[in-house]
């Protein structure tokens, strides 16, 4: 299993690339991802974001007048600079493997996402949360990580068909199969962490099942 990803060290190293946000807001969108994450977006308090950072708290608000203000800051180059950076390491290091059988593809596949989730779990409840009630978000997550998934794994999967190892389904079709039925699974398991290892074996099954050959 590949070493996975840190998505606040992701995020630390956008924001450092970027030229256009100065060095006081890079601090303060860093500290809100980090206290959000250990604290809860309801939790956390425009002091202690200040604290965090270094900064004084009317920085913060001359920047961000809420507390909301902050949180789509934060979101806003998640979804369109983290999360396809984040997306095509995954693609390229596991998706795009050699697999002989749909039961090396899904194994790995499953794997290295349940790892990512016990590193990251809770940047990925607050994402999830939010992606899933915004459509702006949920639109510009599907415009950006569409393509690098369809690239890296839709030939993975004819080739698996053409070893008659998959069902005849359209790429699109297989790939919404897989991706459904792991972001259900890992989903629930974000709100239930210690049913993480057990969610493993029971995804794997169900998938080899449902994407086995007529």
């Known amino acids: 299993m590949a070493e996975e990803t840190n998505i606040q060290e992701a995020f630390q190293a956008v924001m450092a690339a970027n030229g256009d946000i100065p060095?006081?807001?890079?601090?303060?969108?860093?500290?809100?991802?980090?206290?959000f994450a250990q604290q809860g977006f309801?939790?956390?308090?425009?002091?202690?974001?200040?604290?965090?950072?270094?900064?004084?708290?009317?920085?913060?608000?001359?920047?961000?007048?809420?507390?909301?203000e902050l949180l789509a800051a934060v979101l806003a180059p998640f979804v369109t600079q983290v999360l396809p950076r984040l997306i095509t390491e995954f693609a390229e290091g596991v998706v795009g493997r050699p697999y002989l059988t749909r039961h090396e593809m899904i194994q790995?596949?499953?794997?290295?996402?349940?790892?990512?989730?016990?590193?990251?779990?809770?940047?990925?409840?607050?994402?999830?949360?939010?992606?899933?009630?915004?459509?702006?978000?949920?639109?510009?997550?599907i415009t950006h990580a569409g393509p690098l998934l369809q690239e890296n794994l839709f030939p993975v999967l004819d080739r698996l068909k053409a070893r008659g190892e998959l069902v005849d389904w359209p790429d699109s079709r297989i790939a919404q199969f897989m991706i459904g039925t792991m972001l259900t699974e890992l989903v629930r398991?974000?709100?239930?962490?210690e049913d993480i290892e057990k969610a493993i074996p029971t995804i794997i099954k169900f998938l080899e099942k449902g994407l086995a050959p007529d």
């Not at 309801?42 to 909301?68: F, H, L, M, P, S």
């Not at 940047?123 to 510009?140: F, G």
């Not at 398991?189 to 962490?193: E, F, S």
């Open 42 to 68: 309801a939790n956390t308090t425009t002091k202690q974001i200040a604290q965090k950072a270094g900064v004084a708290e009317g920085t913060v608000y001359r920047r961000y007048k809420t507390k909301d």
């Open 189 to 193: 398991t974000l709100l239930v962490p």
């Open 108 to 141: 790995s596949i499953a794997e290295d996402r349940l790892a990512f989730i016990q590193k990251n779990g809770p940047i990925l409840r607050i994402l999830i949360r939010e992606i899933s009630v915004r459509t702006d978000l949920r639109s510009q997550f």
């Open 23 to 35: 060095p006081k807001q890079q601090q303060v969108l860093a500290a809100s991802l980090e206290l």
